[in-house]
Nanobody, 121 residues
Framework: QVQLVESGGGLVQAGGSLRLSCAAS????????MGWFRQAPGKERDFVAA????????YYADSVKGRFNNSRDNAKNTVYLQMNSLKHEDTAVYYC??????????????WGQGTQVAVTS
């Protein structure tokens, strides 16, 4: 099992940027593709982005493509989501999880605290 802790969220004005981090504990982080998900109040949890085990492949939901950038540093057991040109609809709690790349299915589904992103005008 890999324990995941999200951070980096906050309150930001529309058009601004945030950099989210997903820090993992455990010895097998580098064995997993990783994904980001988000959930707004009263809404279903949506897939946002994914990155392959070594970072050579990334995939983004249409709603964030061209604005968000996924990266990882396996030596630091950390995945990053650079969020640019933020919009009101990006407001949500963001979670990370290991995923099955291609289907983007959450592997662990622990859904801890996440990190909240709030975008204002």
């Amino acid at each position: 099992q890999v324990q995941l802790v999200e951070s980096g969220g906050g309150l930001v004005q529309a058009g601004g940027s945030l950099r989210l981090s997903c820090a993992a504990s455990g010895r097998t982080f580098s064995n997993y593709a990783m994904g980001w998900f988000r959930q707004a109040p009263g809404k279903e949890r949506d897939f946002v982005a994914a990155i392959s085990v070594r970072g050579g492949y990334t995939y983004y939901a249409d709603s964030v493509k061209g604005r968000f950038n996924n990266s990882r540093d396996n030596a630091k057991n950390t995945v990053y989501l650079q969020m640019n040109s933020l919009k009101h609809e990006d407001t949500a709690v963001y979670y990370c999880d290991a995923v099955l790349l291609g289907n983007y299915v959450p592997l662990f589904g622990s859904w801890g605290q996440g990190t909240q992103v709030a975008v204002t005008s």
